[in-house]
């Protein structure tokens, strides 16, 4: 029984890196119907620019903040310089678009830093909790992606631009009638999709180590969860993103080899395509013709 809580524990602190990817994810779904599938490499580089800061002996929290700014800054800049020019384009453009810019940010994050594995340090002491339970950095992971949800809800709900970026991704032309200049807010919610990565980035680095390639598997696992949460709900990433830590963990432990457990990931998005392809919390769309 000890077991079973202890990896359930430490799957809700996976879950809640996986949460904050995936609602990204979700940001970006539901303001473009595009999945961008450079999230995760957008993450990696800006945790680059972290790690760099706190060599230069910038605090932990302050290299924290300042790389959120830079990173909000360069999603606005790739959604105007990058996407805006194929966002009336087929589809399958715009995903070939992200698919390049997750070689392009991997290649470049490797040209700049190599490979070579980079030790990134954790803003939180590796104590055992609660009888071993649960380790303080878990803890501190899950109060950071805590956080970070109640700042997003208050910013969605009672501030003005929040209001004006729900009302842009649920309805453009109607919001476009209203006065709402709904380019300006796809812009701000890449700046924010980029921020929330980042964040997702700097707290997975100090259990996996900096390489450029170190949120490929993340990604799986955040597209894992927006998908059975559903793609167009932002609970609905959260609420997934902690179940596939969760399963992650118990499945490794006791029905596969730790090795195969990006298998689980997989058979989650096989099982949710084929059963309920809306996920738990997203809603069907309808169209009229």
Not at 128 to 141: E, N
Request: hydrophobic share 60%; glycine share 10%; proline share 4%.
């Amino acid at each position: 029984m000890h077991l079973f809580l202890q990896q359930v524990f430490s799957g809700l602190a996976s879950g809640a890196i996986y949460a904050s990817l995936a609602l990204a994810l979700v940001m970006i779904y539901r303001a473009t119907d595009l999945v961008n599938f450079a999230q995760g490499e957008m993450a990696m580089f800006s945790t680059y620019i972290a790690w760099m800061l706190v060599n230069a002996a910038v605090p932990f929290w302050a290299a924290f903040a300042l790389t959120l700014v830079i990173s909000f800054i360069g999603g606005m800049i790739i959604e105007r310089v990058v996407i805006r020019p194929v966002e009336n384009a087929p589809v399958l453009a715009a995903v070939v678009v992200t698919i390049g810019l997750l070689l392009i940010f991997n290649a470049l994050a490797g040209w700049l830093f190599t490979y070579t594995l980079q030790e990134f340090p954790s803003p939180f002491p590796d104590r055992p909790l609660f009888g071993a339970l649960l380790t303080s950095r878990d803890l501190g992971v899950i109060a950071v992606t805590l956080v970070m949800l109640a700042l997003l809800f208050v910013f969605f709900r009672f501030t003005t631009i929040g209001l004006a970026m729900r009302a842009a991704a649920q309805n453009p032309a109607s919001a476009r009638l209203c006065g709402i200049r709904v380019g300006r807010m796809l812009t701000i919610g890449w700046g924010l999709a980029a921020a929330i990565g980042a964040t997702a980035g700097i707290m997975v680095a100090p259990i996996l180590f900096l390489d450029p390639n170190m949120m490929g598997g993340v990604l799986l696992y955040a597209f894992t969860g927006a998908l059975l949460g559903g793609i167009t709900s932002p609970v609905g990433a959260v609420i997934g993103g902690l179940i596939v830590g969760v399963t992650e963990n118990l499945v490794g432990t006791y029905l596969i080899a730790s090795q195969l457990k990006l298998t689980v990931a997989l058979i989650l998005i096989v099982i949710v395509l084929v059963f309920r392809p809306n996920g738990l919390f997203g809603t069907a769309i309808v169209r009229r013709v």
